[in-house]
């Protein structure tokens, strides 16, 4: 089962320019900046609200990143549930009733502020002088470090050319059993590099990389033995799947990892339980194929796990699906490496976060040290709640209980 190339591309800035040379007066844009990190997407965020209050464009844009794109909206559409009448109206009217809500909405329900609800962290943090207060006696609960052992990815020194594009440029980094990593910074710095490297993509310019307990290093090992050490989901999770069903795919990577037959499926029962054995994997949802290429990979049971950009696409729903797989990982003592532009997830899930800028490592740390020092990087619950360590609605929502309890 060949691993396909890594992505690393600007996202949708070149296309939309393209676009905007025929000065169309109504914009349709789907995900528009789910490949990109936090400052490009509020750069392209920016120039769609000029169009809209400079040329009177409409803009008409599906988006699952709310926290990144509610604050510039005039209108909302609340699609419920499949086959519900849609709802329409302003976004402070319907997002307190709506299923999904961007962290400063969840955190103003939590913290019973009085209508209208906050839709920025300006907004937010005009509210939360209470909040802070009651907080600031409490500690919040953070990821648990994992127990200390031997690493399942190593790299040392290591630097990758693309052509005359030095890709990566001395760059270390240790992961170990139980350790969940996010792997962050701008388009293009080098995350996706990182990870083909680890799965043996790229030859080493200089430096080393070895994975897995039997720590081997990934260009010189035979695909057989090395998806037993390291498995790599692409941004793409389509690019895993080639064969005509669910039922199919499960049994090829049974026989590709040398497990026993229905291993697989099992695994996408767990996490696609409505999926039937004949779907074809190309009308599966962007989470349902997520969650497919995901059982594919962990069905060898990879020591380190890799994934690029895993909630491109995904719903609120799906993406907390996503997070229990991963604890549940973590627990089992697997490794995940996870590059991302989502910060929400990154302060959610890592025991640690690596910022990349230009192929080289410009931050290594605790989650809390890392995103709070970045303003680009940190989520909204820390930029409402700062300067206190809080990180997420959960964080808050813990604390406020424990607080309450007799």
């Not at 307190?96 to 962290?121: D, I, N, R, T």
């Not at 630097?159 to 760059?171: D, K, N």
């Not at 532009?341 to 890392?370: K, Q, Y």
């Amino acid at each position: 089962r060949p691993t396909p190339p890594p992505g690393g591309g600007r996202g949708p800035r070149g296309p939309l320019g393209s676009v905007l040379t025929t000065h169309p007066r109504v914009l349709v844009l789907d995900e528009p900046t789910s490949a990109l990190d936090p400052a490009a997407a509020e750069e392209v965020l920016a120039v769609l609200q000029r169009l809209v209050h400079d040329l009177g464009t409409t803009v008409l844009m599906a988006e699952h990143r709310l926290e990144r794109v509610v604050q510039y909206a005039d209108q909302m559409i609340l699609l419920p549930s499949p086959g519900a009448a849609p709802l329409t109206g302003a976004p402070a009217e319907l997002l307190p009733v709506s299923p999904v809500q961007p962290p400063v909405v969840a955190l103003g329900a939590l913290a019973g502020w009085p209508p209208p609800v906050p839709l920025s962290v300006r907004d937010a943090r005009r509210k939360a002088g209470p909040l802070r207060e009651r907080l600031a006696p409490l500690a919040p609960r953070t990821v648990a470090d994992p127990p200390p052992g031997e690493p399942v990815g190593e790299v040392a020194r290591l630097s990758v050319r693309h052509g005359r594009v030095e890709a990566l440029r001395g760059v270390d980094l240790t992961v170990r059993p139980g350790e969940t990593v996010a792997l962050m910074g701008r388009n293009g710095a080098g995350k996706s590099t990182l990870l083909a490297s680890l799965v043996g993509l790229y030859e080493p310019a200089s430096g080393s990389v070895r994975v897995g307990p039997d720590r081997v290093v990934p260009h010189r090992t035979r695909p057989a033995q090395l998806l037993r050490q390291v498995g790599l989901v692409p941004q793409e999770p389509r690019d895993l799947l080639y064969a005509d069903t669910v039922a199919a795919e499960c049994a090829a990577a049974d026989q590709d990892a040398g497990a026993a037959s229905g291993a697989c499926r099992e695994l996408v029962g767990r996490l696609l339980p409505e999926v039937a054995d004949t779907a074809h994997p190309r009308d599966l949802s962007e989470g349902q194929r997520l969650a497919l290429a995901l059982s594919v990979i962990l069905t060898a049971r990879p020591p380190l796990l890799l994934l690029d950009e895993p909630t491109r696409g995904l719903d609120y729903a799906a993406k907390a699906r996503l997070v229990e797989v991963v604890r549940g990982l973590a627990a089992d003592g697997h490794a995940t490496v996870l590059a991302t532009h989502d910060v929400e997830l990154a302060a959610e899930l890592a025991h640690r976060v690596v910022i990349l800028a230009e192929g080289e490592v410009v931050a290594d740390g605790s989650t809390a040290e890392v995103v709070v020092s970045s303003p680009a990087f940190a989520p909204q619950v820390a930029k409402v709640l700062a300067p206190l360590p809080w990180l997420t609605v959960p964080q808050v929502r813990e604390a406020l209980a424990l607080e309450e309890a007799p």
